[in-house]
């Protein structure tokens, strides 16, 4: 970790809740706390972390990566 208010330590993280914020909170509005939670374990286990393209896999989804890896 670098000094306090680098922004270089953050930028994973800000990806992330902008990829979430784009794709999942701006398009809805929630009725229940419940339905936030579903949508978001939906968001990350169904899409963010096995499809989405990713650049350190020459934008290969990790599932198509490891189907070509295999």
Known sequence: MSGKGNYYDNSA????????EAALVWR???????EVEEALFEYINGFYNPRRKHSALGWKSPV???????
């Open 28 to 34: 809805r509005s929630w009725q229940t706390r419940r």
């Open 13 to 20: 993280v800000e990806s992330f809740f902008k990829s979430l």
């Open 64 to 70: 198509a990566f490891e189907r070509k890896a295999a």
